[in-house]
């Protein structure tokens, strides 16, 4: 029962392994220097610092099924990676409420992106991931009791005959969200707009609220590109520039920094974002300011 996406990165790891001389080692023979220099090979290949730890985990954790089964006694891949490796990776940064509001104004009044304003709004009020928002549909959409019924995501692979459907990454994202009078707006503004897309139904899902030109539903890869080319163009013409990292995902990151700023009890935020732990909600709290806390 693994994920497409985890089937997608174990298929890598193989191939790398294929490619390197670790992969030709017998299991007993591979010792913590090794294992450390498998490492840093991969960076010298380029590889960034979180690929490389997400392969280290899956090779810990193949290490460690040979030693339930006595083939070794020592697991050589349980070392944290920056003892050995500088994490260089670009901190994910929220918009501060000034950023945030000048951001919105930016988008609305941009002749290209403005079209994209009601998604922006959406994803801002509610922390959605990208891909559940991708995935929702007119049945999704509760307007009577003005709420958000997040149930699956929608992903594209090409190796998995395009679209497909998922569950939320975890239990957890099974949740109801509730909607904010500027998000209820936005969905109205959405439903309002929406051209008639191609009947396209995906494992049992149709109707999806979000298209592109083409009528087909949109996809995290649409929104990415999206980001990227937005905050380039507000950069240009913006003194205090957007984080370095924009990314549909700052906005799930803003909202919940917002949310914990504003004093939103931990539990209840932890179950609106949809997280399986709540240590990943209180991440949140930690980046707490002298001014929230004033």
């Not at 220099?37 to 193949?62: C, D, P, Q, V």
Request: a positive charge.
């Amino acid at each position: 029962n693994v994920r497409c996406g985890t089937k997608q990165g174990r298929k890598q790891l193989m191939r790398i392994l294929e490619e390197d001389k670790i992969g030709a080692c017998s299991i007993e023979n591979v010792k913590l220097s090794d294992a450390k220099e498998w490492a840093l090979r991969m960076k010298e290949k380029g590889y960034s610092f979180k690929t490389i730890n997400n392969h280290k985990r899956s090779l810990k954790a193949a290490f460690y099924t040979a030693i339930q089964d006595d083939c070794i006694r020592k697991n050589p891949f349980d070392f944290q990676l920056n003892t050995v490796l500088e994490d260089n990776t670009e901190p994910k940064e929220p918009l501060s409420p000034t950023q945030e509001a000048s951001f919105l104004s930016f988008v609305q009044n941009d002749k290209v992106y403005q079209k994209y304003y009601d998604e922006i709004i959406i994803l801002l009020g509610t922390g959605l991931r990208i891909s559940e928002l991708c995935g929702l549909t007119e049945t999704d959409i509760d307007f009577e009791n003005k709420l958000i019924n997040v149930d699956h995501q929608l992903l594209k692979h090409s190796e998995a005959g395009g679209y497909y459907i998922e569950t939320p990454k975890t239990k957890s994202g099974n949740r109801q969200i509730p909607m904010s009078t500027k998000v209820y707006e936005a969905f109205e503004r959405v439903l309002k707009k929406r051209r008639d897309g191609r009947c396209i139904e995906v494992d049992g899902y149709k109707d999806f609220l979000f298209l592109n030109r083409d009528g087909l539903p949109k996809t995290a890869v649409n929104y990415d590109a999206m980001f990227k080319c937005l905050a380039k163009k507000y950069n240009k013409c913006h003194k205090e520039p957007l984080p370095d990292v924009m990314t549909p995902h700052t906005m799930r990151h803003t909202f919940c920094t917002r949310m914990a700023n504003a004093g939103m009890n931990p539990k209840a935020l932890q179950y609106i974002m949809g997280h399986a732990n709540i240590v990943m909600t209180l991440n949140y709290y930690a980046h707490a300011t002298f001014h929230s806390a004033q």
